[in-house]
């Protein structure tokens, strides 16, 4: 069966620190790979995703980025954190087909 | 632009009861639209509906797809407190890359 990390777990940085959260999906192979951000209260928005190796698509402009440097790998950096990156971050996986995406544990990120 | 509305935002419900969630989208290339749980951590998957009419089921939770008004409901009957959570609907495009989430209705059930 397919599991998916992330860690950590919770995370609390200052402003203007970098950020690398990690996420491994085992039990799988070439998965689809996604990052998502829910805010406090609010729905999931796509921040990113990956169709494979070194394929990364961005669907909102920010100070985030993100990296796949193996099949199974998806890794969310940023190089100088601001107050408004605070979230619950979440990532997750699908096949190619069907579809349905599963998702991580998630990361708490508060920047002080 | 692609948006799913997800309606009421909360309810408050005892148990026994039955409630019914509503999703409606406007989305240019749909391929499916996905039902989901969320309680304290991340969204548990429940349903994935991509033809009109045709009703998912499993236990006390179903939920069913109107291609042609742009919606789905998803029911739960006999509630109990451990469905309180975030129901969350999503729409998937056709590529199947891309998955745009409502809001999510908050469902307590109290005992």
């Known amino acids: 069966s397919q599991t998916i990390h992330q860690w950590p777990a919770t995370l609390v940085q200052p402003v203007g620190s970098p950020l690398s959260l990690e996420c491994t999906v085992e039990?799988?192979?070439?998965?689809?790979l996604y990052w998502y951000r829910q805010a406090a209260g609010r729905g999931l928005q796509l921040l990113f995703y990956s169709v494979g190796i070194g394929q990364i698509s961005s669907e909102v402009p920010q100070n985030l980025s993100a990296s796949r440097p193996q099949d199974r790998q998806f890794i969310l950096s940023s190089k100088k954190l601001l107050l408004s990156d605070s979230g619950f971050y979440l990532c997750?996986?699908?096949?190619?087909?069907?579809?349905?995406?599963?998702f991580g544990p998630g990361t708490r990120l508060t920047v002080t | 632009e692609d948006k799913v509305v997800q309606s009421p935002l909360s309810l408050v419900v005892h148990e026994g009861d039955t409630v019914t969630l509503n999703c409606s989208y406007e989305v240019t290339n749909f391929r499916s639209l996905l039902w989901y749980k969320q309680e304290k951590k991340a969204p548990t998957f429940l349903f994935m509906l991509t033809s009109s009419g045709i009703e998912k089921k499993s236990g006390r939770l179903s939920s069913i797809l109107d291609k042609k008004e742009l919606f789905s409901i998803l029911n739960i009957t006999a509630t109990q407190t451990g469905d309180s959570a975030v129901y969350l609907c999503a729409v998937i495009n056709n590529a199947g890359n891309m998955l745009t989430f409502g809001g999510g209705t908050r469902l307590m059930v109290k005992p």
């Open positions: 997750a996986w699908s096949r190619t087909q069907p579809y349905e995406q599963y």
């Open positions: 039990g799988t192979s070439n998965p689809n």
